[in-house]
């Protein structure tokens, strides 16, 4: 399915959807001569529908979008603000209003064809950040805390939402860089917070805040997005403008447990599937998303089939190595790719301009997995 946005866009993220298997993202878009949007589409995997609301997000072009874990409503934006003086990017939590005669937000609702609705309402600034913010994350389980970075630190915060209050709880000095990414690691108690410095990759102790490992050139360009194995402890995966996407051990850093080579400019995200580990989502400049597989760095149900005895009572081998299906909808820099959070075979991605594409991951890859 695809979705068109009336101006550029680049910030993506999944919606929380409780325990139904609604699928629902939020895309945010990036105008200076308008006023920007936050589109909420609803996806109907039987009738290949979307559905929509529209919030209007007065404060200024939208860099990026953190949908909270367990919270419909809510999201973390951050935002470009320009005004006569400057140009600088904060972030906020902000809330999603609830659809017009009900006292929550629903996310099974079906919406007009309009998609017209209110604009998204501030919850909770984050200011005091000494330079533009260049990412935001949730705590993987704990509702009250959320992580930022700037050019120059790491912030972890507390927030209460009724409140309407957040407080810094604790920061941590970075080297400067001029492109960030961030990532909360959901092993070890989500003590760990891993961030990309340019160049480099490392992560940080959140009980010390002190630096826990770094790999000072994980990339020989830019690294633009790192993702947590969601399965397997100490095992993350980087992607760069040099086009490759590298996997790691957080226990021996001195070379990558396996690369790929499956994009063919900048790669700007990619993400583990929640589910099965196996399956990797990146987008990159080459207008391209790619599914992949790491069956050799997955979590063992996922690497190999669960019926493990074939009709002959030999063992399934699993999906090779490499690129599993591509996906060529898009004709500008695909800047985000997300999974459901709901649905694991279900996938979204957003170009530069303005391009949302829904998609599946193919049924004789689902069969190979879970068949």
Known sequence: AIYGLEFQARALTAQFCGESDQIGFLVGTQTLRHENQIHLLNYNDETRKISRRIFAHPKGEIWHLAASPRASDLVISSYNNVTASKAETNASVMRLPAPAGSGVASVSEVFDSTGSSSPVQD??????????????????????????????????????????????????????????????????????????????????????????????????????????????????????????????????????????????????????????????????????VVLSSVASLAAPLCAIDSDENAGDGSKKEPIPDGVVATFEEHEDSVYAAEWSVGVPWIFASVSYDGRVVINHVPREIQYKIWM
């Open 123 to 288: 919850v909770v600034e984050l200011p005091g950040h000494t330079s533009n913010v260049k990412g935001t994350a949730w705590h993987p389980s704990q509702d009250n805390k959320i992580a930022t970075i700037d050019q120059n630190a790491l912030y972890i915060w507390d927030i209460d939402v009724a409140s309407k209050n957040a407080k810094v709880a604790a920061t941590a000095q970075m080297p400067k860089a001029t492109e960030q990414a961030c990532r909360w690691n959901p092993h070890q108690n989500a003590t760990i917070f891993a961030t990309a410095n340019d160049t480099a990759v490392r992560g940080w102790d959140l009980r010390t805040m002190q630096e826990a490992y770094c790999i000072k050139r994980a990339h020989e360009q830019c690294t633009r997005s790192l993702d947590f194995n969601p399965n397997v402890p100490h095992y993350f995966v980087t992607s760069g403008d040099d086009c490759k996407l590298k996997f790691w051990d957080t226990r021996s850093l001195a070379l990558p447990l396996l690369q790929l080579n499956v994009h063919s400019h900048w790669v700007w995200s990619v993400r583990y599937n929640h589910s099965y580990d196996q399956l990797l989502l990146s987008s990159g400049s080459d207008s391209m």
